[in-house]
């Protein structure tokens, strides 16, 4: 039994360590504030390549922009498995399960969500290749994941979900 409660306890000083790296917060030090500034240029990155594939003069560079894609695709798919681990924390009105899925159906986890469904989805339907380039396009989505670090794009995102 006393195992148990040890194993809980740690569960929860995790949870509540990743929760404090990853929540929305404009006064963040040391790691946290680096992983707020290395997912802002991760994201900014992302839309100058998604802008750069559009050129046929940098096909050459499809490679590159592919396992680009699929590293930013395995950090962004990290970062949304861990707000939704990490909701109770953020809804703590909630149970563990309603608190999840808010997160889930709020702006930012829709945004989040959206921003990784065009990789995955191709895995899982068949999809043709005009409808994958168009989906490619929610890619752009991305550049809404800025608001969690920009107090203006934030306000926007709070009068969107409201």
């Known amino acids: 039994m006393g195992n148990l409660k040890l194993w809980k306890a740690n569960y929860h000083r995790g ?3 990743v929760y404090h790296l990853i929540a929305p917060s ?12 290395a997912l802002v240029w991760l994201i900014m990155f992302n839309l100058v390549f998604i802008i750069f594939e559009s050129f046929e003069e940098l096909n050459s560079w499809s490679g590159f ?6 590293f930013s695709v395995a950090i962004f798919s990290l970062e949304y498995l861990l707000h939704c681990w990490t909701a109770p924390l953020r809804y703590p009105r909630h149970n ?10 709020s702006f ?4 989040d969500l959206l921003s990784i469904l065009p990789f995955y989805l191709p895995f899982f339907i068949r999809v043709d290749l005009r409808a994958l380039r168009a ?3 929610v890619r752009l989505l991305r550049v809404f994941k800025l608001n969690r670090y920009s107090p203006s794009l934030a306000l926007l995102a709070e009068i969107i979900e409201e």
């Open 15 to 17: 949870q509540a360590r």
């Open 96 to 105: 563990r399960f309603w608190a999840r899925l808010r997160y889930v159906f």
């Open 108 to 111: 930012m986890g829709l945004v």
């Open 26 to 37: 404009q006064d963040k030090e040391g790691l946290g504030a680096w992983m707020d500034q």
């Open 65 to 70: 922009f592919f396992y680009f894609e699929v």
């Open 135 to 137: 989906l490619r396009l």
